[in-house]
């Protein structure tokens, strides 16, 4: 799902996001608290906000704000952190999330305050540039939501589209390409803009109690296979 807002920023984003999953927990299970795998989990209320690299410090015990592409993969080889030759400090820096900060997300947390680094194409955060308007809602240690401010600074995306293409040079396949095309689209004037990305089959697994998203998944392919008992003895 896919949901843009313009003139509004991330912090309305994600009032706005508490407010649609109560009220979805709400329709569907008559209360904003679920059981999720053993675990109580309520949608309701106000949920954390928690800047990453906070987190990092919290759950990983390092503190890697200001910390540069070496320190970094240095912090990551002490940590036990698996980590490729073509990781930028983006990628260094998410790396050590995924394996120490995730799986202890469990009720509704914001994960907010990105650097510039991880978020090519967010908006730098008002009061620190280094920074960005981010967030990730995770839910039982899973990424439920990706939304931030919208960059519309044509000459601050061109830099990062840069920054991105460094990093594919080394090998980061993930990493962005210059798009010229968007930039020039900027250049002619985008207004303040959100958007919110939210994983519709993730949501469902949530709502419903499941664990395993194969669980709510309307692909078969994506399910394993039932073989009836009659058509096995038939085909004998």
């Known amino acids: 799902m896919e949901i843009y807002v313009a003139y509004k920023d991330y912090n309305w ?14 329709k569907v ?15 309701g209320g106000t949920y954390r906000r928690l800047p990453i690299l906070e987190a990092i ?8 704000k200001g910390m540069d592409e070496d320190e970094l993969r ?23 999330f995924g394996a120490y900060c995730e799986e202890k997300l469990v009720q509704p947390t914001f994960i907010i305050d990105y650097p510039v680094e991880m978020s090519p194409l967010t908006k730098r955060h008002r009061s620190d540039p280094t920074l960005t308007e981010r967030f990730e809602l995770f839910v039982c240690g899973k990424e439920l939501a990706n939304a931030y401010s919208e960059l519309n600074d044509p000459i601050d995306q061109l830099e990062r589209f840069e920054e991105q293409a460094a ?3 080394k090998g980061d ?26 994983g519709i089959d993730r949501l469902t697994m949530f709502m419903t109690g499941q664990t395993t998203i194969q ?16 058509e096995t003895a038939e085909a004998e």
Do not use: H, W
Request: charged share 30%.
């Open 13 to 26: 984003m994600m009032a706005f996001v508490e407010k649609m999953l109560a009220k979805i927990s709400m």
């Open 29 to 43: 299970n008559g209360t904003t608290r679920v059981n999720i795998g053993g675990q109580e989990v309520d949608f």
């Open 57 to 64: 410090r919290e759950y990983a015990g390092v503190d890697v």
């Open 74 to 96: 240095a912090t990551c080889k002490r940590l036990k952190v698996d980590i490729e030759p073509s990781m930028g400090k983006g990628k260094l820096i998410d790396a050590i």
């Open 167 to 169: 990093l594919k040079s």
């Open 173 to 198: 396949d993930e990493a962005m390409y210059i798009d010229m095309d968007f930039v020039r689209a900027l250049e002619y004037g985008m207004p303040p803009t959100s958007g919110l990305g939210m």
């Open 215 to 230: 669980d709510v998944l309307f692909f078969p392919q994506m399910r394993p296979e039932k073989v009836l008992k009659k």
